[in-house]
């Protein structure tokens, strides 16, 4: 509230209890009324004054109005018709980013279906990759494992190729694996390894001694990285490919 609007109506109020005193003092004093009538005259007095106030500041409104100080013979301009100039250039600004941004939209959603096929690429080179290495490794390990055993192999190299460790494990002692040999197990290691990569080569080590817990129970995994690619002694499964620089 307007502080001279706060004075204005402070003083009206104490101008109407002036005023009922007044009338209160006339009411029983001058003219030798009783108290009561009194009371009833000061409340009448101050109602009657709080009236005259709200209909003093009604005509006070309606004064100040801006409809009453517009001209009689102008006519109010439609809405539609009273937009400025800069408000419809700003409407059209609006219009153009909206245009803009939806065009980003769809070049990002352009952009972005390239990259979805080439993960898509990815994944189907992946799926080559990893059937390539079963085929590769199950030839190597047909002569030496049991027909049962195919299967945990392959779930091996499975796990393997998404960067698990074996769920499955080949717990056989080397007696029972028709004439393989430690370093063809090393050979296996690094075959896997060679086509694959899902993991470092010391990380390989650790996923044979848990795929062959029998074989491979008393070798560390140091000797295992270290004679992973000998190619001297006594084994069948020949290595892919040597590396100069080894990991």
């Known amino acids: 509230m307007h502080i001279l609007e706060i004075i204005a109506k402070g003083t009206y109020i104490i101008f109407s209890i ?8 006339y009411i029983t004093v001058g003219i030798g009324g009783d108290t009561f009538i009194g009371i009833c005259f000061f409340a009448i007095t101050c ?4 009236l005259l106030y709200k ?3 009604w005509i006070c409104y309606v004064s100040s109005s801006p409809a009453n100080s517009q001209p009689a013979h102008v006519h109010p301009v439609p809405f539609q018709k009273r937009i400025s100039h800069g408000a419809v250039q700003h409407q059209e600004n609006d219009i153009e980013n909206s245009l803009t941004a939806e065009c980003g939209v769809c070049t990002v959603q352009e952009e972005a279906k390239p990259e979805e096929k080439s993960a898509s690429d990815r994944s189907i080179q992946n799926e080559i990759a990893i059937k390539n290495a079963k085929d590769k490794v199950s030839k190597d390990f047909v002569r030496f494992l049991p027909e049962e055993e195919m299967d945990t192999l392959l779930c091996i190299i499975d796990d393997y190729a998404h960067k698990r460790m074996p769920t499955n494990s080949i717990d056989l002692p080397l007696s029972q694996l028709n004439g393989m040999t430690i370093i063809d197990l090393y050979h296996f290691g690094w075959n896997i390894w060679f086509l694959l990569k899902p993991m470092r080569r010391r990380t390989t080590c650790h996923f044979l001694k848990k795929a062959f817990p029998s074989v491979l129970r008393e070798i560390s995994e140091n000797t295992i990285y270290a004679k992973m690619t000998i190619d001297y002694g006594a084994f069948s499964i020949k290595l892919i490919e040597k590396e100069e620089n080894r990991r």
Request: aromatic letters at 20%.
């Open 18 to 25: 002036c005023a009922g005193c007044a009338t209160y003092i």
């Open 47 to 50: 109602i009657f004054a709080m």
């Open 55 to 57: 209909v003093w500041q």
